[in-house]
């Protein structure tokens, strides 16, 4: 088990549309539609921003969007803005009941 | 609503063994709806899932860790608990506790993503 490929950083300015990939294999990513991204401010527990691949959370802003092909996944932060500066996880659900999570990538607003 | 609260030693010396516990408000450990997991994070690095429970007492292990990870789930009080034995310094990471909805995915119901975290406790392994 693996841990899912994320860039370590995205950068982009206020305004802007970013995307963060995800890439793990057949058995994970590939297999079933439980991928799920966190963000993480420094010193914070992880906050689920979208579930089921495609699904946000109640209070998430839906300038968050995520969306997979085959065996990778990606979030996407439309607009983006100071807040949204924070780290990001990927995590995809590989049988079993198990989980597996990404390397994470860090945000930088411009 | 649903808040998850771990609690656990702080300092724990190499070798020995490392237990947390999770207390949980605004839904019962009981629930058919929940699955209830530990995830980890070492200092400056990313997060680790460790392990998940269901009421019934089904457990899932993260395979690298299986050997020294035991979960359980204590439904009179509401909690649940990771006992992580013969730790070493590898093993310093804040620990997080985190539920997860009950999903359906191909033919079978499984944990879903973590939905709810605890704040996260510290766990420090030095002697």
């Known amino acids: 088990q693996s841990a899912l490929t994320q860039p370590a950083s995205v950068s982009g300015s206020p305004g802007q549309s970013i995307t963060i990939s995800c890439t793990g294999t057949s058995s994970d990513v590939g297999s079933y539609n439980l991928v799920s991204w966190y963000q993480q401010h420094p010193g914070k527990a992880p906050k689920l921003m979208i579930f089921?691949?495609?699904e946000r959370p109640s209070g998430v802003s839906d300038r968050f969007s995520g969306s997979k092909s085959r065996n990778t996944a990606s979030l996407t932060i439309s607009g983006l803005q100071a807040e949204d500066e924070s780290d990001y996880y990927c995590?995809?659900?590989?049988?079993?009941?198990?989980?597996?999570f990404g390397s994470g990538t860090k945000v930088t607003v411009l | 609503q649903l808040q998850l609260q771990e609690s656990g030693p702080g300092l724990v010396k190499p070798s020995e063994t490392l237990s947390l516990t999770c207390t949980v408000s605004g839904a019962f450990t009981s629930s058919s709806r929940y699955y209830w997991g530990w995830i980890r994070q070492p200092p400056g690095r990313g997060l680790e899932w460790i392990a998940t429970?269901?009421?019934?007492?089904?457990?899932y292990y993260n395979p690298s860790l299986e050997t020294r990870v035991t979960i359980s789930v204590d439904t009179s009080r509401n909690q649940f608990s990771l006992k992580l034995s013969s730790v070493t310094a590898a093993d310093t990471a804040v620990y997080y506790c985190a539920s997860q909805k009950e999903t359906y995915s191909g033919n079978d119901w499984v944990p879903g993503g973590f939905d709810i975290w605890g704040q996260g406790t510290m766990a420090i392994v030095s002697s």
């Open positions: 429970i269901y009421y019934s007492g089904i457990t």
């Open positions: 089921e691949g495609s």
């Open positions: 995590c995809a659900y590989a049988g079993s009941g198990t989980y597996v």
